[in-house]
C-alpha cells in the first residue's frame, strides 16, 4: 500500500478482555515502531523491529502487552486483560532504517477504549 | 526528566500573524530532530529532519531551524488550513532508533 495501514481503527473493550492491534508497514521498509499516544500527551515509545533482530521491548509498560512481527512485514500488537489505564492511540510507523538518517512514517492509529 | 519539551502548549494565532513554536531538547549524542503535523483524528504527518546546529529547512509557510539546544518552527503569514498540533522528537545515540517526543503544540490559526 501507499502508506501505514492500522486496524482497526476503533476498538472498544471490555476491562479484562484481550484485543489484538494490526499494523500493515509500508512496503520494503525493514523497521516498524509501535507508540501510545494517551490524551494530552506526547506520544510514548513501546516496542521497535527491526529486521531479523531481537526487537527493542523497552517501552511496554507491562507483561501484559506483547508484539510480534510475521515475515518481516505485519505486526500485532496484543494487550491481555485490558485495564481502564490502556486507553489510549496506538500508532504504528514504519521506516527504511538508511543508516542514521531515516524518517519513520505514522498509520492513522487505532483508538483504544477500555470500558 | 524531560528530554524534549515544546512551548507554548498552545497557540492561537490570527491569519498572516507570523510566529515560531519552540522545542527545547536535553538529550545527548543527537541523531535527528524532527518535527511532525498532527491532524485531528490521524497519524503525525512528517515535516522535516534537522540533523546538525545551523541546518535549516523551509517547506511553504514553515521553516524548521536547530542550534545545540533547541529547534524553532517558524510559521510565516499562516493559514486557517496551517492549524494542527505540531510535535518534535529527538533520535539520540542513547535511546537507540526510537523517536522521544515532546508533548506537542496546539495550533489554531482563525481567519
Known amino acids: 500500500g501507499a502508506g501505514v495501514s492500522q486496524s482497526p481503527s476503533n476498538k472498544v473493550t471490555e476491562k479484562g478482555k484481550d484485543v489484538e492491534l494490526r499494523c500493515d508497514p509500508i512496503s520494503g521498509h525493514t523497521a516498524l515502531y509501535w507508540y501510545r499516544q494517551s490524551l494530552g500527551q506526547g506520544l510514548e515509545f513501546l516496542i521497535y523491529?527491526?529486521?531479523?533482530?531481537?526487537?527493542?521491548k523497552s517501552g511496554l509498560p507491562s507483561d501484559r502487552f506483547s508484539a510480534e512481527r510475521t515475515g518481516g512485514s505485519v505486526s500485532t500488537l496484543t494487550i491481555q486483560r485490558t485495564q481502564q489505564e490502556d486507553s489510549a492511540v496506538y500508532l504504528c510507523?514504519?521506516?527504511?532504517?538508511?543508516?542514521?538518517?531515516?524518517?519513520?512514517?505514522f498509520g492513522a492509529g487505532t483508538r483504544l477504549s477500555v470500558l | 526528566e524531560d528530554q524534549v519539551t515544546q512551548s507554548p502548549e498552545a497557540l492561537r494565532l490570527q491569519e498572516g500573524e507570523s510566529s515560531s513554536l519552540n522545542c527545547s531538547y536535553t538529550?545527548?549524542?543527537?541523531?535527528?530532530l524532527f518535527w511532525y503535523r498532527q491532524d485531528p483524528g490521524k497519524g503525525p504527518e512528517f515535516l522535516f529532519t534537522l540533523y546538525s546546529a545551523g541546518e535549516e529547512k523551509e517547506k511553504e509557510r514553515l521553516k524548521a531551524t536547530l542550534t545545540k539546544k533547541e529547534s524553532f518552527l517558524h510559521i510565516t503569514a499562516p493559514k486557517p488550513e496551517d492549524s494542527a498540533t505540531y510535535l518534535c522528537?529527538?533520535?539520540?545515540?542513547?535511546?537507540?532508533?526510537?523517536?522521544?517526543f515532546g508533548a506537542g503544540t496546539i495550533l489554531r490559526v482563525k481567519s
Open positions: 523491529f527491526q529486521g531479523n533482530s531481537a526487537p527493542d
Open positions: 538529550v545527548s549524542g543527537l541523531r535527528g
Open positions: 522528537a529527538g533520535r539520540a545515540m542513547e535511546y537507540g532508533n526510537k523517536l522521544v
Open positions: 510507523a514504519s521506516s527504511l532504517e538508511q543508516g542514521v538518517k531515516n524518517i519513520q512514517y
